[in-house]
């Protein structure tokens, strides 16, 4: 009788504490196949389109433009550089925005001053502000814009370093905006610099060309070697000297650009100037026999999943997806625990139990053809890094 009594009260806590779970036995296919398809209904949602291009509207057998590979292979690069930056508050408004895809644009500088003497201490450079402004829209629109270079033919003392600092505008009107230090270890890597408030500023104005200026610094101790020496690196796209020789051989260089992402004009409601920043926080991956709240992993394939042909890059990605028990907050001991209690106290209507979703997401970039042409534009909060317990 005891060990009746015993086992009794045993399937009655096992009941129990299963109960409190976010996640029963469920069938993993079937949630792999319902976020499959929760994906194809957001990426043609954030791409604001009603419904995916027919088959034989793919392209698929279109030569894809040099210049929107190029865009593509620059927001990659530039995204993978954000990621190391610390994640700012986003408020209610900039969240909506943040939903919808942002619009890539690569501006390359002008052609108007890719030559500088040997001994200059300053290298400007041209950017067609007309052009951005009819791409870009609203200044109010833009949400990033980065200055890129790519640094070549690095000839600089070891261990020395030679200070550059960027300004805006020409002359006794130029503002400081940053400095960098550049060294023989920087030799074939791209050199950035956050230019979207400045952008802002002349989007805002009436001027269809502005310029930057790169400038070596300047201690004026008058014994400063590395500044007596000119630029001791070459950038590409700027040759050094004039001449028909150096113009043939720009031809296949990668000159400075700037990289905008903004909010469609046919999208936005509340108008945003702040800048989104991503974390880099450590996925906390699944393992066959994780049953707490972790990220499992799921790769999409474009093509294979969700039968498309249209997005030409990437082939696909991870997209992941949260699940996991949370009974682990429901323990008596935890303060946590109630805390939720007093929370469902007052809040009747509530969930009674955590679950587990994303915490940390990041962007991807993809280059698709639609409407006769290829675009590439940036769809927020696409991967799932990390999950929680809410």
């Known amino acids: 009788m005891k060990l009746a009594l015993l086992m009794l009260m045993v399937v009655y806590t096992v009941g129990n504490v299963s109960s409190m779970s976010t996640c029963q036995t469920v069938d993993l296919e079937m949630v792999k196949k319902k976020r499959i398809e929760a994906i194809r209904s957001q990426i043609l949602s954030k791409l604001r389109l009603a419904k995916e291009p027919e088959p034989e509207q793919a392209g698929d057998k279109e030569e894809i433009p040099s210049a929107m590979l190029s865009l593509y292979n620059s927001s990659k690069e530039m995204l993978k550089e954000q990621l190391t930056e610390v994640q700012t508050d986003i408020s209610t408004e900039q969240e909506e925005e943040e939903y919808f895809s942002k619009v890539l644009h690569k ?69 400081y905006l940053a400095s960098r230090f550049i060294n023989n270890d920087l030799k074939d890597k791209w050199l950035s610099f956050d230019v979207t408030e400045t952008l802002q500023t002349w989007l805002k104005g009436t001027e269809d060309e502005q310029g930057f200026q790169l400038r070596l610094f300047c201690g004026c101790s008058g014994t400063d070697q590395t500044m007596e020496s000119g630029f001791m690196f070459s950038i590409s796209g700027i040759t050094i000297g004039r001449g028909d020789l150096q113009k043939v051989q720009q031809l296949n260089q990668q000159v400075p650009y700037i990289l905008t992402m903004s909010i469609p004009q046919n ?124």
């Open 107 to 175: 501006f390359n500088m002008t052609s108007k001053n890719d030559t500088y003497d040997k001994n200059s201490k300053s290298i400007p450079m041209f950017f067609n502000i007309a052009k951005i402004r009819q791409s870009v829209g609203d200044y109010r629109l833009l949400t990033s814009a980065e200055m890129r270079m790519l640094i070549t033919k690095t000839n600089i003392p070891a261990k020395s370093e030679q200070r550059v600092e960027l300004y805006r505008g020409l002359g006794t009107s130029a503002h």
């Open 267 to 390: 999208v936005s409601t509340h108008l945003t100037s702040s800048r989104k920043k991503r974390s880099t926080d450590g996925k906390d991956t699944c393992t066959a026999q994780t049953e707490t709240c972790c990220v499992r992993n799921l790769y999409i394939d474009f093509r294979k999943d969700l039968g498309w042909k249209w997005i030409h890059r990437p082939t696909g990605y991870h997209a992941n997806y949260c699940m996991g028990s949370c009974t682990y907050i429901w323990n008596a001991e935890n303060k946590y625990s109630q805390i939720l209690a007093l929370y469902k106290h007052h809040n009747p209507g509530a969930s009674a139990q955590p679950c587990c979703v994303p915490q940390v997401l990041e962007p991807l970039p993809i280059l698709f053809y639609v409407g006769r042409q290829h675009k590439v534009e940036q769809l927020s909060n696409m991967i799932v890094k990390s999950c929680k317990c809410s």
